[in-house]
Nanobody, 123 residues
């Protein structure tokens, strides 16, 4: 069982930056691949980024490549999403998730989810 709590969301102007964090409970955090996803009102859930259990492999959605960076610290049971050059279309609720399998951008492969943190980018 893994419990996830996101933080770091907020309101930022276009072109600005935010760093999201996800704190995980449980002794087996380092065995999980982790992902960030987002969902805006009235829209489908969208993948953002994912990272393998070791941190050696990362994957990004095309919409965020070159702007977002996912990282993890297994000693602190945390995963981060550094978001730079934010755009109004990045406005959404961001969720972190844990996957007992391999790194993936497919949200339906994830087993545990946080409650989400709101990111709003003004134009």
């Amino acid at each position: 069982q893994v419990q996830l709590v996101e933080s770091g969301g907020g309101l930022v102007q276009a072109g600005g930056s935010l760093r999201l964090s996800c704190a995980a409970s449980g002794r087996t955090f380092s065995s999980y691949a982790m992902g960030w996803f987002r969902q805006a009102p009235g829209k489908e859930r969208e993948s953002v980024a994912a990272i393998s259990w070791s941190g050696s492999k990362t994957e990004y959605a095309d919409s965020v490549k070159g702007r977002f960076t996912i990282s993890r610290d297994n000693a602190k049971n945390t995963v981060h999403l550094q978001m730079n050059n934010l755009k109004p279309e990045d406005t959404s609720v961001y969720y972190c998730a844990a996957d007992r399998g391999l790194v993936s951008l497919s949200w339906d492969e994830y087993d545990y989810w946080g409650q989400g943190t709101q990111v709003t980018v003004s134009s």
